[in-house]
């Protein structure tokens, strides 16, 4: 069984960082696609960084690309979420997910889903406020 455990979050001005940790706890971590999303009350989920453990290129939200960097560790089995540059908008609730499959690009490859209904594991959630 899979545990997901975020730390991390916090408050901070507009302009500063914070970086965003998931503990992955189960076996093959690095045959997982690894992603933080974000939830604002009445809002639905988004994803804000996906990547693949294993290797590849990393995936952004519009929003955030150019200020988010996610990468992994994975001798520690671990997920960061590197947030510079943060703006009162990417105040929300943060939570890391794992999906135990990649969408094929259709040439061999893959990339790691946008969607949260592909995400068999979450966090509890991290608070970031950005005022």
């Known amino acids: 069984h899979v545990q997901l455990v975020e730390s991390g979050g916090g408050s901070v001005e507009a302009g500063g960082s914070l970086r965003l940790s998931c503990r992955h706890s189960g076996p093959n971590y690095a045959r997982y696609c690894m992603a933080w999303f974000r939830q604002d009350l009445g809002r639905d989920r988004e994803a804000v960084a996906s990547?693949?453990?294993?290797?590849?290129?990393?995936r952004y939200a519009d929003s955030v690309d150019g200020r988010f960097s996610i990468s992994v560790d994975n001798g520690k089995k671990t997920v960061f979420l590197q947030m510079t540059n943060l703006k009162p908008e990417d105040t929300s609730m943060y939570y890391c997910?794992?999906?135990?499959?990649?969408?094929?690009?259709?040439?061999?490859?893959?990339?790691?889903?946008?969607?949260?209904?592909?995400?068999?594991?979450w966090g509890q959630g991290t608070q970031v406020t950005v005022s």
């Open positions: 997910a794992a999906a135990r499959t990649m969408i094929s690009d259709g040439a061999g490859g893959g990339y790691c889903s946008d969607d949260e209904g592909r995400y068999d594991y």
């Open positions: 990547l693949f453990a294993g290797g590849g290129n990393p």
